[in-house]
C-alpha cells in the first residue's frame, strides 16, 4: 500500500448562496467619503485584472448622489472610460458640482487610480415632476421561469472551454442572466444585432432606490457590447479579438427593482472603423419601460 490512499484532499470551498452574493454587491457598490466631495470605492474581493466597467459607473454615480438633494432624482449618466481599472488598487472619486437649478442638477466625476483618471462621467439629476407620457412595447419573449441560466449554458460547453476560463464564466456572481437566444461565444456563428436576456440580483438588496438604480447601473455594461459582433460570427472570446467599453450611458426613466426580473433587449444599428455602437431598452416584468442604454466599444482584430 503506497501512502497516496490517505493523501488528503482540499476541502470544496462552499459556493456563496445568492443572498450572500446580493449583499457583497451593495457593499461594493456603496462609496466611503474621504472628504467633502471626495470618495473611495470598495474593492471587489478576489476580484483579478480588469475591474469591471459597470462598477466603476455605479461607484461614480453614487458618489454624485452624495452631493445632490434628496428630491432630485438621476436621469441620465454619460461616461467616457479612458484606461482600464486595475483590481489591485481602490478607485478614488472626485465630484465636481457644476450647476444646481430650479430643476436640474449637473454633477461631474472623476474617476482615478494612481494618479491617473480612469473614468470621466456627467450625471444629471432632477426633481421629479408630471408629464407627456409614451414608450415602446416591451418584446414578446420567453419568461425567464423558461430559460436556461448563463452558468448552464457554459456547464454544456465545459469540455471546450480553458479550464480557468470556466471557472471564471461560471464563477458564482451577484446577478442572475437568463439569455432569450443562446449565442455560443465559442463558437459564434453570424446572427442578426438583437438580444434579450432576462436578469436580475438574485437576493435582497434592500428598499433604497438609490441602490437599486446604482445597481442598475453596474449591470447596464453586461451583455451590451457583444451585440455588435453577432452580424460578424465573432465574440470576446475570439482569438485576437481586442474588445473594450469607450463610453456607456444609461437614463433612468422609472424608480426599479433590481432583485426582480427584468428585460434587457438590446441592439446594434452600425460597427465600422474598429468600433461598435450598442444601444440597450431595460422593462420591468409589467412591460413598463425603466431604462435605455447606449454604448460605443473597440472591436478590433488584432493583426
Same mark, same amino acid.
Given at each position: 500500500?503506497?501512502?497516496?490512499? +490517505? ?39 478576489? /476580484?483579478?485584472? !480588469? ?5 466603476? $459607473? ?12 434628496? %428630491?432630485? *432624482? ?10 482600464? /481599472? ?5 478607485? *478614488?472619486?472626485?465630484?465636481?458640482? %457644476?450647476?444646481? /437649478? ?7 466625476? $472623476? ?6 483618471? $480612469? ?7 432632477? !426633481? ?66 438583437? !438580444?434579450?436576456? @432576462? ?53 433612468? +426613466? ?6 426582480? @426580473?427584468?428585460?434587457?433587449?438590446? %441592439?446594434?444599428? @452600425? ?7 450598442? !444601444? ?6 409589467? /412591460? ?14 488584432? %493583426?
Amino acid at each position: 500500500m503506497d501512502g497516496s490512499e +490517505h493523501a488528503e484532499t482540499a476541502p470544496k470551498r462552499r459556493r456563496p448562496t445568492p443572498q450572500e452574493l446580493a449583499t457583497g454587491l451593495v457593499h461594493l457598490l456603496d462609496v466611503e467619503e474621504l472628504d467633502v466631495d471626495l470618495y473611495r470605492g470598495a474593492r471587489n474581493p478576489g /476580484g483579478k485584472g !480588469r475591474v469591471f466597467g459597470g462598477q466603476v $459607473i455605479a461607484q461614480a454615480l453614487q458618489a454624485a448622489v452624495r452631493s445632490v438633494e434628496p %428630491d432630485r *432624482i438621476a436621469h441620465s449618466l454619460h461616461a467616457y472610460f479612458m484606461r482600464p /481599472g486595475d483590481e489591485d488598487f481602490p478607485i *478614488i472619486y472626485r465630484v465636481e458640482r %457644476d450647476y444646481d /437649478g430650479g430643476s436640474f442638477s449637473n454633477r461631474r466625476v $472623476i474617476a482615478m487610480q494612481r494618479g491617473k483618471p $480612469i473614468l470621466n462621467m456627467t450625471c444629471s439629476f432632477h !426633481r421629479q415632476e408630471k408629464g407627456l407620457e409614451h414608450q415602446f412595447k416591451m418584446p414578446d419573449v420567453v419568461g425567464p421561469e423558461d430559460l436556461r441560466t448563463e452558468a448552464e449554458i457554459f456547464a454544456e460547453l465545459k469540455g471546450q472551454i480553458d479550464e480557468r476560463l470556466y471557472k471564471f464564466l461560471t464563477r458564482s456572481r451577484p446577478l442572475e442572466l437568463r439569455p432569450v437566444e443562446v449565442w455560443n461565444p465559442i463558437d459564434p456563428t453570424p446572427r442578426d444585432p438583437v !438580444r434579450n436576456i @432576462w436578469f436580475r440580483v438574485g437576493g435582497d438588496i434592500g428598499d433604497d432606490k438609490l441602490m437599486h438604480r446604482a445597481a442598475l447601473a453596474f449591470a447596464s455594461d453586461m451583455a451590451l457590447l457583444s451585440t455588435c459582433m453577432q452580424p460578424h460570427g465573432v465574440s470576446w472570446m475570439t482569438r485576437k479579438m481586442q474588445s473594450a467599453s469607450l463610453d456607456h450611458a444609461v437614463w433612468f +426613466h422609472d424608480d426599479v427593482r433590481m432583485d426582480e @426580473w427584468l428585460l434587457y433587449s438590446t %441592439d446594434s444599428p @452600425w460597427s465600422g472603423d474598429g468600433r461598435g455602437y450598442n !444601444r440597450g431598452s431595460i422593462f420591468n416584468r409589467e /412591460g413598463k419601460l425603466v431604462a435605455s442604454t447606449a454604448q460605443e466599444g473597440l472591436i478590433r482584430i488584432k %493583426d
